[in-house]
């Protein structure tokens, strides 16, 4: 089996990187084998020359001398050769690790983007960070390190082994006895490094995402004294990974000593019988020096392949985690042509639940393009689950929805969503100014189009006044420049709505969302946006939930929903008269806003 196939998906693209690099690194073996060769053929002259001298009284032969340094020299240049094509190897194969962590990294993000709404439901977001951050990171190790490694070993092992063949071949079996003890000890640990690696991502993946929702929540946090809690179960998290890598530590604490303790009895082994093979006059002291040279260099392979291992086990782990994702299926992108989306739409008996609890039962609506339908009921009933359905950020579990008589899967994606202006209950803002959030929504279409920059800012304009942001903005330190920090933590809670809702009011969309949008804005602002919006709204379909009767009673239709289900559908007056659900929050929010009055 080729332990690189795993990898040859995200390597294939670098072949040229990994040619040179891998040419330069059989070169770089070859001249460093070359050496020890030069070194016994130094040595045998030198004893010549010393042994001639002891029978002469004009000392060493002044011959003998030069070639000691011819011998010196070449060594030298072999020295500075070897220096440059390792050099070359470093740069090439280090190289196409980045290139490999970079592909990696983008294709599990790219991925990621286009998963439904319902995969991050059930994953933790710092989970995912952990995979896209020390996971990629492992990959490139192996491929930095290991790659290199086991290759340089490999030719080491062959080289190396080949040569000491050609000194002393009795000499060269004996050195092989620790082999087969390493491969096989090798092969007992490499799964227990596997598995314990897999453990350690996998508490390093639950810790990232218990900081992540800390810090995501922090007001939460501070808000309830839940910080001495939060600080125990994160301290609790790290205690589990530091002891899960304690597992693997013990692993390799007995492994590498063991793979040093049998590369250093093999070199006693050879020491005592090379040394008796001298003085037999078997081989010469330059062949024994040479011999202990390979030897040494055959050894490494042995002690590096505890770390090569280790590494490609913990890349095997870590590529695992990233693929599970990967083969998750991503929302389909549909097959029909994008054409002018009028925005008529039908649900027929549309179901859907989350984690086997009905949310949406059987619904069957038609929504007319070009009119305003309001959707009201309790908490819970399936308001925002039939909004979401409709740019498809969640499938439905059975049941069809169309747009303009074409379902919804066969619609492009990006047309849809294009098509699509929604602005959801919990509004999410970018660490950005409040212009770059607001043109969020027009970024990718001005760029396609070429739009100039004075019409952008007129675009931009226009929305925050129909959104009625533009009395804050003139409080606002910096205007439409204003950073309104992570998640918008700077601004109110009316003030983000209100940003949301220039957001999708500036796409000029076919069809509009508002999932409870003014629910953090006054009676009166909300009255005023309501205002502004019904010019807008004219010409677009426009799903309006909210709580209060009074942001839907000049809708065209309400439907009220119960329980996942549309239990009233009429115009307010209708509604009223027909002393239904609907009736009764009627009067009951009337009742209120008259005691309120007093």
């Not at 003998?64 to 090439?92: C, D, H, K, P, S």
């Not at 819970?380 to 579990?397: F, H, Q, Y």
């Not at 949301?500 to 076919?510: F, K």
Request: glycine letters at 8%; proline letters at 4%.
């Amino acid at each position: 089996m080729n332990p690189f196939k795993p990898f040859a998906i995200w390597i294939r693209p670098h072949r040229r990187h990994i040619a040179i690099g891998l040419f330069l690194l059989v070169c770089a073996q070859a001249v460093g084998a070359t050496i020890p060769m030069l070194l016994k053929w130094a040595i045998d002259a030198g004893r010549e020359g010393m042994a001639a001298a002891g029978s002469s009284p004009a000392g060493v032969d002044p011959g003998v001398q030069r070639e000691l340094g011819r011998y010196a020299l070449i060594i030298a240049g072999l020295a500075f050769l070897q220096w440059v094509t390792n050099f070359g190897m470093r740069w090439y194969l280090n190289s196409m690790s980045r290139r490999v962590e970079r592909d990696l990294r983008s294709a599990y993000v790219e991925h990621l983007v286009k998963l439904p709404l319902a995969f991050f439901h059930e994953r933790r977001v710092g989970d995912l960070i952990a995979r896209a951050t020390n996971d990629v990171e492992a990959i490139q190790r192996f491929m930095n390190h290991a790659f290199r490694m086991a290759f340089t070993a490999v030719l080491n092992f062959v080289i190396s082994l080949t040569l000491m063949c050609t000194i002393d071949w009795k000499l060269a079996l004996f050195s092989l006895i620790p082999v087969p003890i390493t491969v096989v000890l090798a092969g007992l640990v490499a799964g227990s490094i596997r598995d314990g690696y897999r453990e350690v991502q996998e508490q390093f993946g639950a810790m990232v995402a218990r900081i992540q929702e800390n810090l995501s929540g922090i007001r939460v946090v501070k808000s309830y004294a839940r910080s001495p809690y939060e600080i125990e179960r994160f301290v609790d998290l790290n205690d589990r990974y530091v002891a899960r890598n304690r597992y693997l530590i013990n692993i390799r604490s007995i492994f590498y000593p063991l793979m040093f303790l049998f590369n250093g009895a093999s070199m006693i082994i050879i020491l005592w019988l090379g040394g008796l093979r001298v003085i037999e006059g078997a081989i010469t002291l330059g062949a024994f020096v040479a011999f202990n040279v390979y030897l040494t260099r055959m050894g490494r392979p042995m002690m590096m392949l505890g770390r090569i291992v280790d590494e490609y086990n913990r890349a095997i782990a870590s590529l695992n985690r990233i693929t599970s994702i990967l083969n998750e299926k991503p929302q389909a992108r549909g097959a029909a042509e994008g054409e002018g989306i009028r925005g008529e739409i039908e649900f027929r008996n549309v179901s859907v639940s989350y984690d086997g609890r009905p949310a949406l039962q059987n619904v069957s609506l038609k929504i007319q393009a070009g009119s305003t339908l309001a959707v009201v009921g309790r908490v819970g009933s399936g308001k925002t689950t039939l909004a979401r359905l409709i740019p498809r950020l969640m499938p439905p579990d059975s049941g069809e929805i169309l747009i303009d008589g074409v379902p919804l899967e066969d619609l492009p994606l990006s047309a849809l969503r294009q098509a699509v202006g929604y602005v959801p209950q919990d509004t999410f803002l970018f660490s950005a100014t409040i212009r770059e959030n607001v043109a969020l929504g027009i970024d990718q279409k001005t760029r396609s189009n070429g739009a100039e920059e004075g019409t952008v800012d007129n675009d931009i304009d226009n929305a925050v006044s129909v959104s009625q942001l533009e009395p804050d903005l003139q409080s606002l330190p910096m205007g439409l420049e204003t950073i309104v920090g992570e998640r918008g933590v700077t601004l109110s809670g009316g003030q983000k709505q209100r940003t949301a809702l220039s957001r999708a009011v500036i796409r000029h969309p076919h069809i509009l969302i508002l999932d409870d949008a003014m629910a953090s804005v006054d009676t009166g602002t909300e009255n005023e946006i309501l205002k502004r919006l019904r010019k807008f709204m004219e010409s677009r379909t426009t799903i309006l939930i909210a709580h209060r009767i009074s942001t839907v009673m000049g809708a065209d239709r309400i439907v009220v929903m119960e329980d996942g289900r549309v239990a009233e559908e009429g115009s307010h007056e209708e509604l009223v008269q027909r002393d239904g659900i609907y009736a009764g929050m009627f009067r009951r929010q009337h009742l209120k806003e008259e005691l309120e009055e007093l």
